[in-house]
């Protein structure tokens, strides 16, 4: 599943717009206010589509609310804007839908707000025929769909003991809670612990495949092998961690005690993995590798510092690379991260030509977040310094006809304004090493 | 300003002869890169994902011209950003040049201090020099420093180019030769700024010739270049600006 354009229309704070989505990564900047979540409940809205032809998840579908319509103030009173449209574009399960499919709300009512679904039908039988296919003991592939929002950092305050958790089919829990903007930890906690359990007693292969794909992706996304292993502890009633210190010893860390980024890149990446193995534990040690679906993720930086911030998209990208990220982000580490089209500014329709990856990071704070209390560094002094002299060379030649000396003194010139300026690393040790060898001659 | 040959509007069906729709005006830019190139029609700048189409006539004010092929044109965001409102002045063809009417090369000179103006060595009337000037206010080709006082990305890129045109110049010329003419324009073809590098090597037929004749720059149907790898006219028939 995939979703490559979507049109918002009077929606909580947009009056129509389209925004088109990069199949792997898109991030949305802008200031607060801007609309970035909104864009996330919008995409929430559109995925949940999906989720009406699940029989057992369509409650988890989401609707639009009564007060996510937009509102123009006039003479004082507040005029709800109708109709409310979430048009979404994309792929599901390898078929485009190019018609789309659309969400509505056409009339308010003093009771109820009902959002229509009649125009996203089409989505509805797709996952209808696949629900349908599944039962008859075909492997289908359904796409996770889960939205991370602010609130998402798990166990913080839930001192509820964690349940053994029955089997059910996968769909009816893979989807539980997946587009409430608060990841549901319990529900991977206790699945991680009756299963561990089970694994001990019955020594089913199969499971403990899946057990040992889901380690090692929690694993793998700690920075710097940091993490060996993983268990359920049921002393302690939570997961643990088999950590090694810079001298090579193992310690035991519950994950209640970690910090609240580790926790919060924990808690995100096992909600992904536990839903992956849940849908399709058919595809075996590749469930997490290949299951497609649409996540969202607000505030992805949240309580990451700068370095796991640099890295976390890839991070992303590398452990789940059939899904589609939606995130939103304040960091410029994270920005700076980004491919040329992987990101999109609410503030401004003017998207630099360059690669995010390309630009230094005080840059990306004034050029792409505008941020203008940083100190921009003054181009224009060096840019007019350096006309003059290349303007006495262009003026001593009147047929216009530069000699090759003329050409060797302009690139030294253009060398020396470039290098303060360009954002290329390895042009710029490029041009420092021409001018000392320049230096060196002289 | 390189000169580009759009073709006729591309068609659709097995004969060729439904035009094709762009209501979805972005759909026109996968035929533009591969008829034209993947630079910006107006600055030159090398462009790869983040590109969009320019409407001559903006689409807000002529909606039938939306969708309208010959209204297209292949523009990067800065220099969409600088037209963003701008209305052309009607005639638009007789107003400024354009790289798919007019040898636009003719039009302009790229000077060594990055700065883009009218090119007085075949600009002789006033009115020529008038019109390369409203093109480049149309989209701000001559600017500097923005507004934050941070370098406008063309003027660094394009002095980008020229750093790299002039080094290779310097190698080509020197001895021992240490750049050969594929690997100049292979990296003519990486910078973008055609105009720039042809320029700069503007003394060196054999250079020259590989240039005009790279078919990444997609100059061959244009007709701004003889045999002889001179510029020429466009619109021979127009005698008071035949550019």
Redesign the interface.
């Known amino acids: 599943m995939r979703i490559d354009k979507i049109r918002i229309k009077n929606f909580k704070g947009f009056e129509e717009e389209i925004f088109l989505l990069n199949p792997h990564f898109t991030v949305f900047i802008g200031d607060n206010a801007k609309g970035k979540t909104s864009v996330l409940d919008a995409l929430a809205v559109a995925a949940g589509s999906f989720l009406r032809g699940i029989d057992v998840a369509k409650l988890e579908s989401r609707s639009i609310d009564k007060n996510e319509i937009r509102v123009v103030t006039k003479d004082g009173q507040p005029l709800p804007q109708i109709p409310v449209e979430i048009h979404a574009f994309g792929n599901v399960n390898g078929k485009d839908i190019d018609e789309g499919w659309l969400r509505t709300v056409d009339k308010i009512s003093p009771k109820k707000t009902n959002t229509t679904y009649v125009k996203a039908k089409n989505i509805e039988k797709v996952a209808e025929d696949m629900l349908k296919l599944s039962r008859s003991g075909s492997n289908v592939i359904f796409p996770v769909i889960a939205y991370l929002g602010t609130g998402r950092l798990w166990a913080e305050h839930e001192e509820k003991k964690t349940e053994y958790k029955k089997t059910g089919e996968g769909v009816s829990q893979a989807y539980i809670n997946c587009l409430s903007p608060k990841s549901s930890s319990k529900e991977f906690l206790s699945w991680y612990k009756t299963y561990e359990d089970e694994i001990r007693k019955f020594d089913q292969d199969s499971d403990k495949l899946l057990l040992k794909t889901f380690n090692s992706t929690i694993v793998s996304m700690i920075p710097d092998n940091h993490w060996q292993d993983m268990a359920y502890s049921f002393a302690a009633e939570d997961l643990t961690g088999i950590f090694v210190t810079p001298n090579g010893e193992k310690e035991k860390l519950q994950f209640r005690q970690l910090s609240d980024g580790y926790r919060n890149i924990i808690g995100m990446v096992a909600d992904i993995a536990y839903r992956c193995l849940k849908l399709n534990p058919h595809l075996g040690k590749n469930a997490v590798k290949e299951t497609p679906g649409i996540v969202l993720i607000d505030e992805l930086d949240l309580h990451l510092h700068p370095n796991w911030q640099r890295r976390i998209i890839e991070d992303l990208k590398n452990t789940f690379p059939s899904i589609q990220f939606v995130a939103t982000t304040h960091s410029p580490f994270i920005i700076q991260s980004l491919r040329e089209d992987e990101l999109r500014n609410l503030d401004s329709k003017i998207i630099s030509q360059k690669n995010p990856k390309d630009i230094p990071i005080n840059k990306v704070i004034t050029d792409i977040m505008d941020v203008e209390s940083i100190k921009s560094d003054d181009f224009e002094k060096r840019f007019n310094d350096a006309r003059s002299e290349l303007e006495k060379i262009e003026n001593a030649r009147p047929d216009k006809k530069l000699t090759m000396d003329d050409y060797i003194e302009v690139s030294k010139l253009l060398g020396k304004l470039l290098e303060e300026e360009t954002d290329d690393a390895v042009y710029k040790a490029f041009l420092e090493k021409q001018k000392e060898a320049d230096d060196e001659t002289n | 300003m390189r000169p580009i040959d759009k073709g006729s509007w591309p068609t659709k069906g097995s004969h060729g002869v439904r035009k094709r729709v762009f209501n979805d005006w972005t759909r026109a830019i996968p035929f533009l890169k591969g008829r034209t190139g993947r630079f910006c029609h107006l600055c030159e ?1 090398k ?4 590109i969009a189409i320019e409407h001559i006539k903006p689409k807000e004010h002529f909606r039938r011209l939306q969708a309208h092929w010959d209204n297209f044109l292949l523009i ?3 220099c969409n ?1 600088h037209k963003l409102a701008t209305i052309p002045i009607s005639p638009y063809k007789k107003k400024y040049y354009w790289p798919h009417l007019n040898n636009t090369i003719k039009a302009f000179d790229f ?5 883009i103006i009218p090119n007085t ?1 075949y600009l002789t009337t006033q009115p020529q020099i008038d019109r390369a000037n409203a093109t480049i206010g149309l989209y701000g080709l001559d600017k ?3 507004a ?4 406008d ?1 063309r ?3 394009r ?2 180019a ?2 790299q045109a ?2 290779r ?2 190698e080509y ?1 020197g001895v021992p030769q240490l750049a050969t003419v594929p690997a100049i324009v292979a990296n003519a073809k990486n910078t973008g700024f055609f105009s720039v590098w042809l320029k ?1 090597f503007d ?1 060196v037929p054999v250079v020259k010739a590989a240039l005009i004749d790279c078919p990444d720059f997609h100059l061959a149907s244009t007709n701004s270049f003889n045999a002889a790898y001179q510029l020429t006219d466009r619109n021979p028939a127009n005698a008071a600006d035949p550019i």
């Not at chain 2, 000077?111 to 700065?115: A, F, L, Q």
């Not at chain 2, 934050?148 to 370098?151: D, T, Y």
């Open positions: 700048m462009v790869t994902n983040a990067c965001n800065q950003s000077k060594i201090t990055g700065e060595t500097t420093v923005t934050q006082g941070n370098s990305d003027l660094l890129e002095l980008e020229y750093k002039i080094d110049l310097i010329t700069v003394s």
